[in-house]
């Protein structure tokens, strides 16, 4: 069965701080991975792709076929960047995306 | 360029009654997709479709109906509100289902039902 799971509900950092937020995923075939962010009051938006291997606002993810993950990565957490973070898989070629339980970064000042 | 319009942003509606949630997009995207968002839970995908004229059922159909008539509307509805269906929804689209464009979103509505 396809599926995205995020194992951690809220992530808790100080501002600094390395962040690095998990996803796991199972998928037969090659996956397409994504990163979303949702700022407070503000909608959904792509963070990164991993196939254009991007750095978006100083966050990185890495796929890792071996361990079926695609963690999300930033050296030194900001105070900006707390927000609900969404890891999506692309299944099938009609563009759905099927997404993990999302996992909400807090950065203390 | 408005993107993904979601009206209304908030509604509430009485256990039985109907409602349609609207969506437009003026990007020119062929896919649209309706998904609910529930604590915890994630996204879950409800309809979408892939272009004027096609829709298909998604992980959560159950309750609702969509249409797509034109590229640029794709209108989510709900017949006999049940509490069940007391969550926020996102509408969405992508220029083509494949190369890893990422969604639109819109910027969701909130319902109650009560």
């Known amino acids: 069965a396809q599926r995205v799971t995020q194992p951690e509900k809220l992530l808790s950092v100080f501002k600094g701080a390395p962040v690095e937020l998990k996803c796991n995923y199972s998928?037969?075939?090659?996956?397409?991975l994504f990163w979303y962010v949702q700022y407070s009051r503000q909608r959904l938006q792509l963070l990164l792709r991993h196939i254009s291997r991007e750095s978006i606002k100083g966050f990185t993810a890495d796929l890792n076929k071996g361990e079926t993950s695609f963690h999300l990565k930033k050296p030194f957490a900001q105070e900006e960047d707390s927000a609900m973070y969404y890891c999506a898989l692309k299944s099938g070629n009609t563009g759905k995306l099927i997404f993990g339980q999302g996992t909400t970064l807090q950065v203390k000042p | 360029n408005a993107g993904v319009t979601q009206t209304p942003k908030f509604r509430i509606l009485k256990i039985g009654q109907s409602m349609t949630l609207q969506c437009t997009q003026d990007?020119?995207?062929?896919?649209m997709y309706w998904y609910r968002q529930d604590p915890g839970m994630g996204l879950k995908l409800i309809y979408y479709s892939v272009g004027a004229g096609i829709t298909d059922k998604g992980e959560v159909p159950n309750g609702y109906n969509v249409s797509r008539s034109t590229t640029e509307d794709f209108p989510l509805r709900l017949e006999l509100a049940a509490p069940s269906q007391t969550s926020v929804y996102f509408c969405?689209?992508?220029?083509?289902?494949?190369?890893?464009?990422?969604?639109?979103f819109g910027s969701g509505t909130r319902l109650t039902v009560v």
């Open positions: 969405a689209s992508s220029p083509l289902g494949q190369g890893g464009y990422g969604y639109t």
């Open positions: 998928y037969s075939g090659s996956p397409e």
């Open positions: 990007m020119n995207h062929n896919y």
